[in-house]
């Protein structure tokens, strides 16, 4: 129902920048709810980074609050998180995530692949 590839990962030192980009292919009779960005650094466990609903209220970490923005284009099924003032500890695997709901069978979710993000000091 839903395809999603993440894109913009690298390496930046810290206090630079980064762009994230999520590109949604979605089937006939599928349409995306809510949407974010989760990582997940080496040893720990998967963290919510920021989600953004259909309408474009968004919600954040506390650790990140400030320093990045997710925003989301609907008419081309692509959400983007814009990371400033990268710190080491952002360093992750970053996923993008997607709810949806699908004419014919509810609501599902699905993952990217994931993107890494090294941030180095």
């Known amino acids: 129902q839903v395809q999603l590839v993440e894109s913009g990962g690298g390496l930046v030192q810290a206090g630079g920048s980064l762009r994230l980009s999520c590109a949604a292919s979605?089937?006939?009779?599928?349409?995306?709810?809510?949407m974010g960005w989760y990582r997940q650094a080496p040893g720990k466990q998967r963290e919510l980074v920021a989600r953004?609903?259909?309408?474009?209220?968004?919600n954040y970490a506390d650790s990140v609050k400030g320093r990045f923005t997710i925003s989301r284009d609907n008419a081309k099924n692509t959400m983007y998180l814009q990371m400033n003032s990268l710190k080491p500890e952002d360093t992750a695997v970053y996923y993008c995530?997607?709810?949806?709901?699908?004419?014919?069978?509810?609501?599902?979710?699905?993952w990217g692949q994931g993107t890494q993000v090294t941030v180095s000091s």
């Open positions: 995530n997607a709810e949806s709901t699908y004419r014919f069978g509810g609501r599902n979710a699905y």
């Open positions: 979605v089937m006939i009779f599928t349409t995306i709810n809510e």
């Open positions: 953004i609903t259909s309408g474009g209220s968004t």
